[in-house]
């Protein structure tokens, strides 16, 4: 053991393979240390007016938008995505989260109650919790890391916040955005680190009482369990396995395209993508030629070019873990009717590129239909009625989301309110308001984050009753 070797990381670049950065592996008294800087902060943070927080977050996501250039190549360089999706998506929604979450607080109202006939009234206190932990995944990562940092400072709280090791820059570039912003110091405390050390301490962390969390679902239920004796509020956003069922009335063009999208946006590794398709009978032939034939025009290619469609994967491990499931769907009978190798993109031979890849499956039980593989590949398969592909849909450990292209009104209410999710799009995908409850039910998590519901979670309900 070397404790100064041990102490640093290697960042990789998954476009080259190549080591380009180092990161302090933060132990549990660096992650003390924040938390003892958050507590100092907290006092004036929590009493801090809503216009000055409101002004402060806004500020943030103009300075976001101002360096959108830098903040996209450097969440391409770390996570392989194409630089076009960061600049069009990831970056412009971080800056989103903060104005949105900065506006938000400013409306955010408590509820009163009446108690008629006893000459009473109860009000409830939305008070910040404290300090609180914010830990988020490498797929989208300056998109979720915002996503919960932003409530929770909107709503008083000083954090301690861990992105992934595997995409640590934009967090770190976020630090020096918040400072030039007039967030004061401590409110927002940002440790580097494995999930297994610096997470944990912070999940196990006695004075840190709430815990909001985006990752595998293993390690959701991990943290559940040390969290849980804590007695410590949890939201835990996790894996999916998404049903995209399409029906013969759908509009077939604007389908073909969204499911495309839904598939292998980000490498598939988004926990919304429609990673199981389900076409009905009478359109299966002409969707699985079609479709294969879109698939087939996808770029694989260096993330930093404008005609790349896919960009790498985010790391060696992933890569071969995605490998293994293509392998383990020949063994379940499954047919790879495109895709299913790596890709070697010419000048980046070390880099972790995977072909869009399409398996037809012959059931709905196999592994390739039932556990997450985040990656670009998807399942199809044939359904005769509703009532079997409903059934298939819900037969499945997670409920995050679920697409249906449909035009038939009466169906599209009916299976929205009988799929086992928490997001249903009908004849759309991922299309976001950020005032909608955002979260997933069964193995894809606890509680709901977004708008409202993010704010409750970052605040305690305090309820004050005077009789007069
Ligand atoms: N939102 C989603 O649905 C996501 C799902 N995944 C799934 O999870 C699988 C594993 O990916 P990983 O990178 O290992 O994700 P992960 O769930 O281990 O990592 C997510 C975050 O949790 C942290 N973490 C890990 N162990 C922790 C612990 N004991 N205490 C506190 N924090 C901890 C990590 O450092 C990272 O910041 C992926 O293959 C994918 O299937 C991964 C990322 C996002
Ligand atoms: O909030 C969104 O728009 C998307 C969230 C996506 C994830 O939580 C994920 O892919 O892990």
Redesign the pocket.
């Known amino acids: 053991m070397n404790p100064i070797q041990d102490y640093w990381l290697d960042n990789y670049c998954p476009a080259n393979g190549e080591v380009y950065g180092q990161i302090p592996n933060s132990t549990k008294e660096d992650v003390e240390n924040a938390y003892i800087a958050a507590k100092s902060a907290f006092p004036i943070w929590s009493q801090t007016s809503l216009e000055d927080r409101s002004r402060i977050l806004i500020k943030i996501s103009e300075l976001l938008e101002n360096n959108l250039q830098r903040f996209a190549e450097a969440e391409s360089n770390d996570n392989g995505k194409p630089i076009s999706l960061a600049k069009q998506v990831d970056i412009p929604r971080a800056a989103s989260n903060f104005r949105f979450f900065g506006n938000a607080i400013t409306q955010f109202a408590s509820e009163s109650h009446e108690s008629v006939g006893q000459d009473a009234i109860n009000f409830t206190l939305r008070q910040p919790i404290g300090v609180v932990g914010c830990?988020?995944?490498?797929?989208l990562p300056l998109y979720l890391f915002t996503w919960k940092i932003a409530p929770a400072i909107a709503a008083g709280n000083c954090v301690v916040a861990?992105?992934?090791?595997?995409t640590p820059m934009t967090a770190y570039l976020l630090g020096e955005i918040c400072t030039e912003a007039g967030l004061p110091r401590g409110v927002l405390n940002i440790v580097h680190g494995?999930?297994?050390t610096a997470?944990?301490a912070?999940?196990e962390h006695p004075d840190i009482k709430a815990i909001s969390?985006?990752?595998?679902t293993a390690?959701g239920a991990?943290?559940a369990k040390v969290a849980a004796p804590l007695f410590k509020k949890l939201s835990l956003?996790?894996?999916?396995k998404n049903p995209n069922i399409i029906f013969a009335d759908c509009d077939y063009d604007d389908m073909l395209k969204t499911t495309v999208r839904s598939s292998f946006s980000n490498q598939g590794q988004i926990?919304l993508c429609g990673s199981r398709i389900f076409v009905d009978a009478s359109i299966y032939e002409k969707f699985k030629k079609d479709f294969i034939a879109k698939v087939k025009t996808l770029k694989v290619g260096h993330p930093s070019e404008a005609s790349t469609n896919i960009g790498a994967m985010v790391s060696k491990p992933?890569l071969e873990?995605v490998l293994d499931f293509i392998e383990t769907a020949k063994t379940e009978n499954g047919t790879i009717l495109c895709g299913g190798n790596k890709v070697v993109v010419k000048n980046y031979e070390h880099g972790y590129y995977l072909e869009p890849t399409v398996i037809e499956v012959a059931s709905n039980d196999c592994r390739v239909n039932q556990e997450?593989i985040?990656g670009p590949v998807v399942s199809i398969m044939p359904f005769e009625s509703e009532d079997e592909v409903l059934k298939m849909a819900n037969n499945v450990k997670y409920g995050l989301s679920a697409t249906l292209w449909t035009n038939n009104l009466k169906r599209s209410m009916r299976m929205s309110s009988q799929l086992q999710a928490g997001i249903i799009w009908v004849n759309t995908w991922m299309m976001r308001d950020l005032r909608t409850p955002f979260g997933g039910i069964k193995a894809s998590g606890v509680g709901r984050e977004g708008g409202f519901e993010a704010l409750r979670f970052f605040t305690e309900a305090k309820n004050v009753c005077i009789k007069y």
């Open positions: 830990i988020s995944p490498w797929n861990k992105p992934s090791e595997i494995l999930g297994s997470g944990q912070i999940v969390f985006t990752g595998g390690t991990h943290i956003e996790l894996g999916g926990c992933h873990k997450e985040f």
